[in-house]
């Protein structure tokens, strides 16, 4: 973790001695006392942070030393106060000390105290102290303090309800946002009367105030709001923006702080009618008579709205475009949060809204806005009774499909998703349907995006989208593949190290083969489950095997097949559950050729075929003829040992009339004659040139289902015993071509003499082989006609002390 050096100074810091400690503290102590504080006080600080902070227990520093450590909280140097607050956040405050700085000079404040000051805060009443005095620095003039305190007042408060919402009193909130509706609507007009020294906009000193500006260079001709530009700012345009970034942070606050009296019901509020306000929006006397917090509503409305009208202007800078952008953002997030808490703001907000979409929503450099407006939608759009069809076409179509490689726009999208996924279901049809867009984002940035798969998929799962799911979710390492092509198709010309042209973007371009790219690359559910023509994609697709995206995609897809299955067991009936198995069997040998993944598929599939089949017995019956074909073929024996041999005991298992009822004699046979062929030709020859052996698991499972299904039918009983006789005489000869190694060679004897034992009594073999419900699912200590409850409780009373 620690670099070599890092770790020795660590190891230092923790073995200091107490004497040595004292010492450095002294000295410490000392410089902070001298009028110029250098790089060896800076060099002590840092030293004394890492003492501080290397051991696990905290520290009291000796009252000289402390008491040199507060003045530099507010040091012009920054340097300086963030070493001081390190240090302070990890030491003990001296007794009777707690915040006793903070009511000297209130003023002082800056970021890093307010980090102390949240660390060291000894209970909620310190924290609504703090509130309260910081809340009467607010209503100080500028002649009562500095006026880089009064910008800082705002996002150190900022902070505190973030930390703790509920130190907030109503009072407190009262004030505040009475001061925001001040700052917010009735920030002056004029520029500053000098530059600013940093922060949104920058530039030479005009000694005359001038009116401010819009981004196109027009006069402003309304309130000021943070898309107005000047050549210098006042104190209360400053704050003005400082109230516009908290604006929507301290809204949504609002429910979290515990309120004395109730807001003022809805007959109270102002009667407003459903016309469409202008969007350079005049101040209403009327809303002057509104509750402090409903007027702060009505003040954040206008607020909004006069940005939105700002945004259509075309900047004369890059730079301001971009500002122009997230404030549309944040505009539009706020008008959410508002019309939450007052309805009757929707209908006054709604054509604003909706004009925004239609102004935006060809341009897909909007694409971080239209999202908050998606937002907008869903949470009002049904009050409205407003069509969202154009809306979600444009989410779950042209973003997925057109922004696929947008790291921004696949992490909102998907975040989007989680956060409104009950309401997505219940009210927006085009969500499920768009999974294979969805996918796309998984596709091309497996590793960033699967957690929110993991929680999305699930919803993703109907019966009618199962099929069509899972053949998606096997062809992800291809449509990770289609992705790269799809940008790579306008480059040219596209070649390898080597210098040799790809082949499968050849294949791409091709007109003849551009379906099976197409199918991909679909946008909505319901064409189809799968393509007929999946080997040629995968022949296609070959030497995009071990591209690094396509690696990543696929070791991503067998985690959340589990999910996939787990969530389809739950609303599957028998008639998709035989469906799913016939996939699952199909698509066995219809992967993409990569390893690794093909044997990870297979795990899960024989996972949850076998889960398939425990949960409704009968689809083995159902399906006896797919299975029974799938493992009557020898080849799957070495190709797909893990999925073949679940298949093999689930036919050895369920295959009975105790499972089913039209289970026949006939059927019976027929499997044991499948089987018997298939254990028959692998034990008597030796492997297929360029395959391994036979996993002992497969021939041991072979094994136990023909003397499952002999001991059901007794007249296959005898075939059964010659070939276990047959095998222990095979065996005593020494090695035999199917199993090289020893060990194996000798359980898998073992394991054959222990069913030709039982099948010598055939009504033991079958109690044994094929068990009654009772005794594969005992609960003999509940059942009081048996002893076991007895001996149970007798055994508990002895070894338990009394």
Same mark, same amino acid.
């Given at each position: 973790?620690?670099s ?7 190891k230092q810091?923790? /073995?200091?001695?107490?004497a ?9 102590a ?25 051991t696990k227990f ?9 008491k040199?450590?507060?003045p ?21 405050p ?7 700085y ?17 660390s060291?805060?000894?209970s909620?009443?310190?924290l609504?102290s703090?509130c ?27 902070? !505190? ?8 009193t ?22 500053g ?24 260079g ?14 210098g ?20 606050t609002?429910?979290?702080?515990p ?30 008579l ?11 409305f ?24 997230a ?6 997030? !706020? ?13 006054r ?8 979409? =239609?102004?935006?929503?060809s ?21 409205a009774?407003v069509d ?12 997925p ?20 996924l ?9 969500y ?29 799962v ?12 096997l062809d992800?390492?291809?449509l990770s ?16 190290p080597g ?7 050849d ?7 551009? =379906? ?8 909505e559910?319901g064409?189809?489950?799968? !393509?007929?023509?999946l ?21 991503t897809v067998?985690?959340?097949?589990h ?9 599957a ?5 035989a ?18 993944y ?19 017995p009968?689809?083995?019956?159902d ?14 024996v ?26 026949s ?12 062929a298939v ?10 040139p ?18 499952k299904?002999a001991?059901?039918?007794h ?5 059964v ?10 065996t005593?000869?020494g090695?035999?071509?199917?199993c090289? /190694? ?25 109690s ?11 609960q003999w ?22």
């Amino acid at each position: 973790m620690y670099s070599h050096g890092s770790e020795s100074l660590i190891k230092q810091a923790r /073995d200091i001695q107490e004497a040595e400690l004292k010492k450095f503290y002294r000295r410490l102590a000392k410089l902070l006392q001298g009028k110029e504080l250098g790089h060896e006080a800076m060099d002590s600080l840092q030293r004394l942070h890492l003492i501080l902070s290397a051991t696990k227990f905290t520290r009291t520093l000796p009252a000289e030393l402390q008491k040199g450590l507060l003045p530099l909280l507010s040091s012009p140097v920054e340097q300086l106060q963030l070493l001081s607050s390190a240090v302070l956040r990890e030491t003990l405050p001296l007794s009777g000390e707690e915040l006793n700085y903070t009511q000297e000079d209130v003023l002082q404040l800056n970021s890093h105290t307010a980090a102390l000051l949240l660390s060291q805060a000894g209970s909620r009443a310190d924290l609504s102290s703090l509130c309260a005095q910081l809340l009467r620095s607010l209503e100080s003039r500028q002649s009562d303090g500095p006026t880089h305190s009064l910008m800082q007042t705002l996002p150190i408060l900022n902070t !505190i309800i973030t930390h703790s919402p509920e130190c907030l009193t109503e009072d407190h909130l009262t004030l505040l946002s009475k001061k925001i509706v001040d700052w917010l609507r009735y920030a002056s007009i004029t520029q500053g009367g000098g530059a600013s020294s940093g922060g949104f906009f920058t530039g030479p000193r005009s000694r005359q105030p001038v009116p401010t500006a819009e981004l196109d260079g027009t006069v402003s001709g309304d309130f000021f709001t943070v898309l107005c530009v000047g050549q210098g700012f006042t104190d209360d345009q400053w704050m003005n923006v400082y109230s516009f970034s908290m604006l929507r942070h301290w809204l949504l606050t609002y429910h979290s702080v515990p309120s004395g009296s109730t807001i003022a019901d809805a007959d109270d509020r102002s009667e407003v009618d459903g016309s469409v306000v202008s969007m350079v929006s005049a101040t209403s006397s009327s809303s002057r008579l509104l509750p402090p917090k409903e007027r702060l509503r009505e003040k954040a409305f206008q607020y909004c709205l006069r940005l939105i009208e700002q945004s259509d202007r075309k900047a004369l800078k890059r730079t301001d475009t971009e500002l122009q952008k997230a404030c549309l953002v944040e505009a539009v997030c !706020i008008l959410d949060c508002v019309c939450v808490e007052d309805t009757s703001l929707v209908y006054r907000t709604f054509p604003c809204v909706k004009a925004l979409f =239609g102004r935006l929503s060809s341009d897909l450099t909007f694409a971080r806005v239209l999202l908050p407006i998606a937002q907008f939608y869903l949470n009002h759009g049904e009050m409205a009774a407003v069509d969202c069809e154009s809306v979600w076409k444009l989410v779950f179509g042209r973003f997925p499909a057109e922004l696929f490689n947008s790291p921004f726009l696949a992490h909102e999208l998907l975040r989007f998703l989680r956060l409104n996924l009950e309401s997505l279901q219940l009210r927006v049809p085009e969500y499920t349907r768009s999974f294979p867009n969805l996918l796309k984002f998984l596709a091309w940035d497996s590793p960033a995006v699967v957690d929110d798969f993991v929680d999305l998929l699930p919803s993703l799962v109907t019966a009618e989208t199962a099929v069509e799911l899972l053949h998606t979710m096997l062809d992800l390492p291809c449509l990770s593949a289609t992705l790269l092509l799809q940008l790579r198709s306008t480059c040219s010309p596209i070649s390898e190290p080597g210098g040799r042209g790809l082949l499968s973007l050849d294949a791409f371009r091709s007109a003849s083969l551009r =379906g099976l790219f197409l199918y991909l690359l679909r946008t909505e559910a319901g064409s189809g489950d799968t !393509i007929d023509r999946l080997s040629t994609l995968h022949e296609l697709l070959a030497e995009a095997a071990d591209w690094p995206r396509v690696v990543q995609c696929a070791q991503t897809v067998p985690v959340l097949l589990h999910i996939f299955f787990s969530a389809v067991v739950m609303i599957a009936d028998e008639k998709l559950s035989a469906h799913l198995i016939l996939v699952m069997l199909e698509r066995s040998s219809l992967l993409l050729n990569i390893p690794t993944y093909i044997k990870e598929i297979h795990r899960v599939f024989s996972c949850h075929l076998l889960r398939l089949c425990k949960l409704r017995p009968s689809l083995v019956v159902d399906q006896s003829h797919e299975l029974l074909e799938f493992a009557g073929t020898t080849a799957n024996v070495y190709s797909k040992d893990e999925i073949y041999t679940h298949v093999v005991w689930a036919l050895g298992e369920y295959l009975s009339v105790s499972s089913d009822s039209r289970c026949s004699v006939r059927l019976i046979t027929s499997c044991f004659e499948a089987l018997e062929a298939v254990l028959f030709e692998i034990t008597s020859s030796a492997p297929p040139p360029g395959a391994a052996c036979p996993v002992p698991r497969v021939i041991t499972t072979l094994m136990s289902a023909l003397a499952k299904l002999a001991s059901r039918s007794h007249d296959l009983i005898p075939r059964v015993s010659l070939f276990l006789s047959k095998l222990r005489t095979v065996t005593r000869g020494g090695s035999v071509a199917w199993c090289t /190694d020893e060990e194996d060679l000798v359980a898998i004897v073992m394991r054959g003499e222990e069913l030709w034992s039982l099948l010598k009594t055939p009504g033991v073999a079958q109690s044994v082989l094929t068990p009654p419900p009772h005794v594969t699912t005992p609960q003999w200590h509940r059942d009081t006609n048996l002893s076991m409850p007895l001996q149970l409780r007798t055994l508990t009373s002895l070894t338990h002390t009394q």
